[in-house]
């Protein structure tokens, strides 16, 4: 594996049993090299492992086989509070749906992490105000999220995803829910921060145009990453 890569994955495999014992194998062998601040787009039809990916690279969940490394840590060497821990500094996850803290405000949502991180010992209003000002919605930080429309919902989930200044943005069809032009905003969003905050940006999307807009993009079949005609296949 290239030792410039900032993630590097090498044989990765998974497979779950089905309602009826039967194995499902969803990921057979897959290999990936991303340098840090790189943006990918994987695609696939429904099924074939695209979240299961995401969530292996984020350690939500274990391989059967293989090595993910980001940075100079290796995901299979981590127990359950290393990989919690791993996960709230140094992954941000952006879903389509987007598990807002429907009770809280968007600026309580935004400094949660902050609250989970390190306990509610410090006032992180002014840390979670510049997020909201980032992505666009801090004269919203007092409104709860049934309040705000849906590019502005997926905007406060980018902002909790930033919350604790992460290296790898993990993004699972973040604008599956919206209408065009409002996600096409969002892909601008998720763009401009990867290069402010030189965040390795990996997004899986049904939408080949905001795929395009990725500097490399991957197809998930048969249980590997193929790279699309137009992308290069390595950094």
Not at 5 to 12: M, N, R, S
Not at 67 to 76: F, K, N, P, Q, Y
């Amino acid at each position: 594996m290239s030792t410039r890569a900032f993630i590097q994955v090498h044989d990765l495999h998974k497979s779950y049993l089905d309602g009826e014992g039967n194995t499902l194998r969803i990921l057979e062998g897959v290999k990936l090299e991303v340098p840090r601040g790189e943006t990918v787009a994987i695609t696939g039809a429904s099924g074939t492992g695209k979240s299961t990916f995401l969530h292996l690279l984020g350690a939500l969940d274990r391989p059967d086989k293989g090595s993910i490394r980001v940075g100079d840590v290796e995901l299979a060497d981590l127990n359950g509070d290393a990989s919690a821990q791993f996960r709230s500094t140094a992954i941000g996850f952006v879903f389509q749906f987007h598990h807002l803290l429907s009770d809280f405000t968007a600026l309580e949502n935004v400094m949660m992490p902050m609250w989970i991180r390190v306990g509610r010992t410090r006032d992180f209003r002014d840390e979670g105000m510049k997020l909201l000002d980032e992505v666009g919605i801090a004269q919203r930080a007092g409104h709860k999220p049934s309040q705000l429309s849906g590019g502005e919902q997926q905007r406060l989930a980018i902002a909790r995803a930033l919350a604790n200044r992460p290296t790898v943005l993990l993004a699972d069809e973040p604008t599956g829910n919206l209408d065009q032009k409002t996600g096409s905003r969002i892909c601008e969003l998720l763009l401009r921060l990867n290069q402010e905050y030189a965040l390795t940006l990996i997004l899986v999307t049904h939408n080949h145009q905001i795929a395009a807009r990725m500097r490399r993009r991957f197809n998930l079949e048969q249980g590997l990453l193929v790279p699309a005609a137009d992308s290069p296949a390595h950094a």
